[in-house]
């Protein structure tokens, strides 16, 4: 089964975290001020795997497709 990282905009507090850590998988949409999955395919799991750890509200996750 293949997965897909996903960010739970109700949850995410837009300290951008991941996108400093993982720009080529997440950015920051201005107009919400919350972050934004940018390749729901996903990149370096290593990379995202990072950010997860690393957001402080644990918004991210994977999801199965």
Same mark, same amino acid.
């Given at each position: 089964?293949?997965? $897909?990282?996903? !960010?739970?905009?109700?949850? #995410?507090? @837009? #300290? ?16 919400? &001020?919350?972050?934004?999955?940018? $390749?729901?395919? @996903? @990149?370096?799991?290593? #990379? !995202? ?9 644990? #918004?991210?996750?994977? &999801?199965?497709?």
């Amino acid at each position: 089964m293949a997965k $897909r990282v996903v !960010i739970d905009s109700d949850e #995410c507090v @837009g #300290c951008q975290t991941c996108v400093e850590l993982c720009p080529d998988v997440f950015s920051f949409d201005d107009a919400s &001020e919350k972050a934004m999955v940018a $390749r729901p395919d @996903g @990149g370096p799991e290593d #990379c !995202i795997e990072e950010a997860m750890s690393s957001c402080p509200v644990e #918004c991210i996750t994977w &999801e199965e497709d």
